[in-house]
């Protein structure tokens, strides 16, 4: 592992977002903290609204 690598643990919940988005998302945090990384994700996947996903588990470390 490197400074600035991120490792991000879920549950499936997070197949609700295309993998581009999670990309985007990822590029756009590079500068923010794990939380707020974190925190986006879980905004994205809510605001998905799949009648299938009951729920969604996310944890971001970022590696200082």
Request: proline share 3%; net charge negative.
């Amino acid at each position: 592992l490197r400074s600035g690598d991120v490792i991000i643990t879920c549950s499936d919940g997070i197949f609700t977002l295309e993998q581009k988005q999670m990309e985007e998302m990822l590029a756009f945090g590079k500068n923010s903290t794990a939380g707020k990384i974190a925190d986006a994700l879980m905004f994205a996947v809510r605001c998905a609204d799949c009648p299938r996903q009951d729920n969604a588990t996310i944890t971001v470390v970022k590696i200082p």
